[in-house]
């Protein structure tokens, strides 16, 4: 039985700050148009796999992750796969200990060394929980190292690594597709918190339903892409739809999506497609 029910959620798409910013009064942060609130940048995957069990793949764990599987009712978490290591797309990894209790499982996490080590820095409780001084109650984690296009199979959807630039700092996307049936799965890369996308990953973005790509705000960022180079890059690449993501307050919803090329879009928190 082929992979059914897919789906890809945008649980968060603001910049790390979060929209509205706090202490900010400026238009979009006092905004009352819904798609113009934004919690931090992360997607959840969710499928029914060939023998009818639900499955749920989170990539990124925001600092908002509680109140985003709250919103999307999550009732289940199979595995999390990172991006890379800065704080907006780590730092609710703490409350994936609930997932371990109504699952009875440990979780698989999938992340690049650097990542991996800043993890197991950070949630020392958690990966060196024999070291607490009480018997604390922490998350239950099973770390995997993974490495740009060699991809990672979960039950029945493909997760390929895809090298990107963050500034200097060599990061990865990621491209999803079905093993199943054509159609069935799109084929989607994510790609957040990038300024530049080096030449061996260009042709992994060939033939893409969906491309999801950073777009910061207007002016020029040294570790994002600004509006004219995320809608440059994404007419290169080319997929059928695009969606941006990690935008910060000086983007509004409605008046920025209006203005996109046909085949673009703002992308906003809870959007499913
Ligand atoms: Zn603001
Ligand atoms: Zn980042
Ligand atoms: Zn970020």
Known sequence: ?????????????????????????????????PKDTRLR?????????GGGQERVVL???????RQQVLKEKLTRCDAILYTHNHVDHTFGLDDIRMFNVSMQQPIDIYAERHTLDHLHRVFQHVFESHKNVNNSFVANLIPNEIAPENPVELHGVKFTPLRLLHGRLPIVGFKIEGSG?????????????????????WSQLEDLDI????MLRFRHHPTHLNYDQAIEIAT???AKKTYFTHMTHCVAHSETDAKLPKTM????DGLRI
């Open 59 to 65: 990539i990124d764990t925001s600092p908002d992750l």
């Open 41 to 49: 940048c992360s997607v959840c995957v969710r499928f029914t796999d």
């Open 211 to 214: 491309l999801v790509l950073d």
């Open 1 to 33: 039985m082929p992979v059914s029910d897919f789906s890809f959620t945008f649980l968060g798409t603001g910049t790390s700050a979060g929209v509205p910013v706090i202490t900010c009064d400026c238009d979009v942060c006092t905004s009352e148009d």
């Open 181 to 201: 049936p054509k159609g069935r799965v799109p084929k989607i890369a994510y790609c957040t918190d990038v300024s530049s996308i080096p030449p061996q990953t």
């Open 236 to 238: 290169q690449i080319g």
């Open 265 to 268: 879009h703002l992308a906003s």
